[in-house]
Structures are given as C-alpha cells and as structure tokens.
C-alpha cells in the first residue's frame, strides 16, 4: 500500500467556477518543505449524535473552520489525507465566501524539479497524486453559516488502514501537551528516538501520538532555533577568530550563515594532526547533550598511543535529521584529507547509522554496547525484576561468549526461558546484534583493550568541564579547558614512558623488547599477557605445511581451548579470540605458542607504530601534511604546550641537588628577565648598538659614520631599529623552520633505529631457525 510521504507535490489546483463573477478565485499551493502544523489548534471535530457521519450537500456549520475540521476528521475514519484546494474571496470586502477541501492526492503533479549539472534530478520524489476527484466544497450564507455545496465521495486509489493513519500529513499534529511533553524531555537531555519511545508508552500506542519521529525532530529544531536566538552568533565569531589566529583551523556550518544554523562543526590544527596518527577508529557520541538549550554537544574522539581519549573535532546539532548527519559526515572526511577511519563507534540510532552507510560505506559501524547495556536498565527493568538471575546471565551471554554459534545458542536459550520471544525491545536490538554484540566484530580494529571493561575512551571527552548549565557564552572557555586538561594528562603519561623504567617480571627477551618500544600502559598490558603464557600450555593439532594449528589452554581449564595458526616461515599467527585484530596487542594464546615455538622477539608486523612510545615520529611526505604540521606548531596552544613540555625535562635534574636547583633557578630567572624584554619590543630582542656605528660590524653594507643599506644614504636612529628588527624577525623565522627541518631529520634517524631493529629481528629469528 503507498502511503503519503511528507513532501508532497507542489504546484496549482484546479478552480471551482460555481459562482458569479462577483467573486475572486484564489489557489492554494502545496508547501512541500513545510512542518506539520503544530500551532494552531486542530481538535478533531466530531459533530454531536453519529461519529460515522459522513458530509452531505446541505449539510450546516457555524464557520469554515468547523467544516475544515469536520472534513479532516471524517479522512481520518476513512483513512485518507485533506488539503485546501481553493478558495474564493468576495470583490466588495476581501472577505472568503468559498473553500474547498480534496483529498490529497487531487490532481497531477507538475514536474518542476530541476536538474543537476549531470542532467539527472537529484533525489526525485515520489509520485504521490493520482487525479483523486473527493472533494467537499462550502460556501457562506447570508445567514452566516456555512453549507456544504458539494461532495464527492469516491476515491480512485486504495484508502489507508486505521494503525496507519497517523502517517498522513494532514493527521500529522504535534499537540500542547505533546509539545510540554518533548520540551520536558528534551530539557532531560532525550534525544528524538527516546523521546518517541515516550510519547508511544504515554499514548498507548504510535497511532494514538499523533506524528512521526520527523515530526518530533522538526519540532525540537524549530525550538532550539527559537530558543537560541543570536546566542549561535557567539560560537561562530569565536570560531572565526581561531581560524583568523590559524589557517589549519577548520570549520563549516550547515545552512546560510546569515539565517538559522542547522549544524556546526570545527576541528583545531592539533586534533586534525591527532587523526593523522589515530584516525584508525573513531568515537562520534550525541548522547552528551549540553547547555540549557540541551543541544546534542557530538565530540569526534579516538585513542591515543597511551590509550587516552584524544580529540578529532567537534560538532553542535541543532538539526538531527539524516540529511544533517551526512552532511557532518561529509565534512568530518573534508576536514580530516578525506581518509575515513577503519571503524567508527556511535551511539544506537537508525538515522546515524543509515547517514554513516552512505557516506563511510567502507567503515565497519559499531553501536556503543554500553548505551545499549544502558537502555536495557530501563527497556528490561520488569523482566529483571520478575526474573532475579535474567540480568546476569544476559551480560554474560553479551560479553563471555567465544564464538557467533555459541552467542545465538545461548541467546535463543535465554529468550526462550523466559519466555521473551515477543519482546519488543529485544527483538529490535537483536536485530542489530552484528553492530553491538562484541563476538560480531572482534575481527575489526577498535583500539579497546577489554571487552567486558568500559574504556576511557568512550567517556566523554568533556566532562567536568561542559555540562547541564553550561551556555554557549562560557562554552569556549571551557572547551578550552578541556584541551588544556587532556593535553596535560598526554604529556605526563609521556614523561612517565620516557624518565621511568618499568620493572621487567620474566628474562624474556620479549619482555625487555616490549618495554622498550610500547608506551608504559600499553607494555603493562603487554606483561600482563606475556605474564599469563606460564600458565597456558600449547599442544600442535594439525601440521600442514607451513600452517600449524595449535589448541591453547589453561592449567586446569582444559575444557576452554583457543586456536591458535602459526606460519612459521612468515612468523605469522591467528587465534581464534582475535584480541590483536580487535586491539592491536597479541593475546596470551598467540604468546604461548611463540614460547613453545621458541620465538624469542616480537616480529615487527607485530608492533603497532600507533601503540608505541614513537607513534607520534615519521617524515610526513604530502605536503598538504606538512603545512599542517608546520602551522599546528605555530598555534598559540601548541606553542604553550611545547614549551611547558620542553621546560618538563629540566625539572627532574634540577631538583637532584641543591647547587644543580640553583644553577636551573638562575637559568629560569634570566629567561623570564629576557622573555620580558622581547615582550616589550614586541616579541623581538632588541640590539643594543654601541656609540661608533661601526662597532662590531664588518659587512661591506654599513658605513663608517652611520647604517647604510646597500648603496642608498645613510640610516636615521629609528630606521637602524627597524631595519635590525626586520633582520632579526627573518632571523627567528628562519631558525623555526631549521627546527622543523631538524624534526623531520630526527624522525628519519629514528626510522632507520626502527629498520635496523626490525632486520636485527629477523636475524635472530633466522638464527634461531637454523640452530633447530
């Protein structure tokens, strides 16, 4: 069955000509774009005695608004949708003397739609009116009433079933109470699918709310529009002046600057530079609603090499449609070089998912399990109040199961037990269960660590900085403060992998190897795995060729094994838990049959550059790359936090001894007193000249009597300074990119380091082989 979708068809009617020339015509288009209609009032009408009763010629109503109600409601019993066709007003005083009301699907569309550049219209919509003759027409009487003067009944087109009749626009109404209803649970930070959830339990059904989730959607913009105001103009201007400090600063809005702002997104120099190393695997989280508009604050958040939550960009949602979406998508990919990530983690809603379908087809899509874990408290909390035991063995059919086979086992067990086949939640999020359910997607990269652990990286990024009461004219400083803070929480975790030695707890030579290439976290987790191996054991199931299947158990447990493929001439191994595809570090199963094999290195193709202490080294060979390397030192933020880092490596051997702590404070204390002086000449340090004008100069350019540039005349007091500040800005700028150049040098020299331990890898493997 077709139903009306809400663009409908936009274009004239035709007129009515029943009465005299004393009378104006006047068509009615259709809006295609146009919202339901949620400020006026329109209560069904029901004429007193029969609510089956159906129009008729003659029949009376106290105003045409009556009459268009009368009509709309008697559409609804039968199932169709009403508009106004035309109306006729009267040449003496302007006043209407006619209207008449037709079903929707009236007439034939006018194909206006014009075409793209590749002579296809984009999106054509579908074809919605078929020549539908209803109609009912009133006119006005002398008495003051309205009298209904024609009708016709029939239609040409199959009518709509009852549980499907909201779905037409004109009984689309997003009513007063449903209105304090969203407004309320908006203010709660609900966002549109759990809102419609809502009004649905409310209402007994979706029949009985009235509109769809568009229309919620459509309502909750339009509210924050209002609400706004020119509070957006704030942001806006804060953005630009980033951009104006830093041309790598980027950020787009949705929609005409000048008017109302669908979306607005903005990703710093630094945080583009963050995706260049751990872009592999995003984060996008809407749930972290914010400030007292309760706007869907969306952070683009990854994982650093010390597994902190690192930033990516930023988007403010004022419009949560899929159109929005994709355009957010489309320009989170503008921003980030157009490379999209191997993975991406959101929140779980049908519209993200389908805007993220179209635009990273090629992104393996992840619902956050815990928001689900999270929603179940409430879509399940009478199940688990009945059934004390369901909870537990649900997260741990969830999390603990080994295998796809073994996860629909149990779950279909468990769903049958107690009796839950036709609970609707349940079978909604089953449905989806290849985008949530971790044995699903464990053959795809998410940098997570655990499974059945929450990470820090899906917490959000902001809080204790944003929150409930924060308005968008502190939202800066705070979101300031929040990089700040991050930032700093990076460079201690730095300094700890650099100046500390972690304890080894094996002779392993894999150990010591680990140690020295992982940051510290990620090595500690490395141990903990290395660690375990003397507890497993490994028993060879299968030789064929070079492929040896092994089958891996604990002490004790020998009923849980795990499978583990080595390709002893590649030094390649799978295992069937599939940790190191899922977080980039090998499993204790992988590990144990390395110690069996006596493979006594890690193999290079092991290590993830992005989990080590030189995530962040490498020459950047594009140049787009290296622009945006050159400008994101030169921000006012990462100039800071350079410095404050660099300062960092003199603390430790200051503070030894006391005569080291006076030589340092010394040092710190003539710093300040000449920072202070170029601050003063305007960044640059001032030359003091002697009283001849030759003192210390030899270049042929400068006279005996006074400053000459070239062969021109002699320079007055203040053009010699001005002239000398020119040289010495070049002079500095000159040095900065020596000091970019010396970077990209250290990180060759630090490459060729890692090429070397590679082969030196290899040639100890090779040894090995030969001595067996």
């Known amino acids: 069955m077709e139903f009306e979708p809400l663009n409908m068809d936009n274009e004239g009617f035709e007129i009515d000509l029943a009465l005299g020339d004393d009378a104006v015509d006047i068509v009615h288009p259709v809006d295609d774009e146009e919202m339901v209609d949620s400020s ?102 002398n008495s003051g009433k309205w009298v209904v ?191 999209p990530p191997v993975s991406i983690t959101t929140d779980h809603d049908r519209v993200i998912r389908s805007a993220i379908t179209q635009v990273l087809p090629d992104t393996r899509h992840r619902f956050c399990k815990w928001h689900i874990l999270k929603e179940a408290q409430e879509k399940l909390s009478q199940v688990f109040l009945q059934h004390p035991h369901f909870e537990a063995e649900f997260h741990m059919y969830v999390n603990l199961t080994e295998s796809i086979e073994e996860f629909e086992s149990c779950w279909l067990a468990l769903i049958d037990r107690y009796d839950l086949r036709d609970h609707e939640w349940l079978r909604s999020v089953y449905a989806d269960r290849r985008q949530w359910v971790p044995v699903y997607l464990r053959d795809t990269f998410f940098a997570e660590m655990s499974i059945t652990q929450r990470s820090d990286s899906i917490n959000s990024y902001f809080d204790g900085y944003v929150n409930a009461s924060t308005t968008l004219q502190l939202f800066a400083k705070q979101y300031e403060k929040a990089l700040e803070h991050r930032y700093e929480k990076e460079v201690k975790a730095d300094y700890e992998t650099i100046n500390t030695t972690p304890v080894l707890k094996t002779p392993s030579p894999m150990e010591k190897q680990a140690a020295e290439l992982y940051t510290r976290k990620l090595f500690i987790k490395f141990q903990e795995e290395l660690v375990e191996t003397l507890t497993f054991s490994a028993t060879k199931m299968d030789d064929d060729g070079p492929m040896t299947t092994y089958r891996v158990t604990k002490f004790g447990e020998d009923h849980k094994a795990y499978f583990v493929r080595l390709n002893a001439l590649e030094m390649r191994a799978t295992c069937s ?163 970019v150049y010396r970077a990209n040098l250290l990180t060759v020299l630090k490459d060729i380091e890692e090429q070397k331990l590679q082969l030196s890898v290899k040639v100890q493997n090779i040894k090995i082989g030969m001595k067996e």
Not at 680 to 707: M, Q, W, Y
Request: charged share 25%; glycine share 8%; proline share 3%.
């Open 40 to 141: 006026a009032s329109r209560e069904y009408y029901i004429p007193e005695g029969d609510t089956n009763l159906e129009p008729y010629e003659g029949m009376e109503f106290e105003s045409e608004e009556a009459a268009k109600a009368f009509y709309n409601s008697y559409a609804r019993r039968v199932g169709f949708s009403t508009r106004v066709s035309m109306s006729r007003r009267s040449r003496r005083d302007g006043a209407i003397i006619q209207r008449s009301f037709v079903c929707a699907k009236e007439g034939f569309r006018v194909d206006r739609e014009k075409p793209g550049s590749d002579g296809k219209v984009k999106r054509p919509r579908a074809v919605t009116r078929v020549g539908c003759k209803a109609i009912m027409a009133v006119k006005i009487q």
């Open 149 to 339: 003067s024609t009708f016709e009944k029939g239609h040409n087109h199959e009518l709509v079933p009852p549980d499907k009749v909201h779905c037409l626009r004109s009984h689309r109404h997003v009513s007063g109470a449903a209105k304090a209803l969203i407004d309320t649970l908006q203010g709660a930070g609900i966002g549109p699918s759990g809102i419609m959830s809502a009004l649905i339990k409310e209402y007994g059904g979706i029949s009985n709310v009235g509109f769809t989730e568009r229309d919620c959607r459509n309502y909750m913009r339009s509210s924050r529009q209002r609400t706004l105001g020119g509070d957006t103009q704030i942001l806006l201007d804060y953005l630009k002046q980033m951009q104006a400090e830093n041309p790598s600063y980027f950020y787009a809005v949705q929609g005409d600057e000048e008017q109302y702002m669908s979306n607005i997104f903005w990703a710093d120099a630094k945080a583009r530079m963050n995706y260049a190393f751990f872009g592999d695997t995003v984060t996008f989280d809407t749930t972290f609603r914010t400030n007292r508009y309760r706007l869907p604050f969306a952070p683009f958040t990854g994982v650093n090499h010390h597994g902190q939550p690192v930033l990516f960009g930023c988007a403010l949602l004022i419009n949560e449609s899929e159109a929005s979406f994709m355009w957010l998508f489309k320009t989170f990919l503008t921003a980030m070089s157009g490379q």
């Open 577 to 739: 838990c599939q940790m190191f595809e899922f977080s980039g570090l090998l499993c204790r199963h992988v590990l144990t049959v390395f110690r069996v094999t006596n493979v006594l290195t890690l193999p290079s193709h092991y290590i993830l550059k992005r989990w080590t202490r030189n995530a962040k080294s490498g020459v950047i060979l594009e140049e787009r790359s290296s622009d945006l390397l050159i400008s994101c030192r030169e921000s006012a933020t990462v100039r800071y936090n350079n410095l404050r880092h660099e300062a960092l490596k003199y603390v430790e051997e200051g503070a030894k001894s006391m005569d080291v702590y006076t030589v340092a404070m010394e040092c710190l204390q003539e710093a300040a007193k000449t920072v202070a002086l170029a601050k003063k000449n305007g960044g640059r340090l001032p030359i003091a000249n002697g009283s001849s004008g030759d003192e210390g100069v030899t270049d042929g350019s400068f006279s005996s009597g006074g400053l000459q540039w070239g062969s021109g005349e002699p320079l007055s007091g203040d053009e010699k300074d001005k002239k000398i500040q020119e040289l010495n800005y070049q002079l500095s700028r000159a040095s900065r990119r020596c000091e």
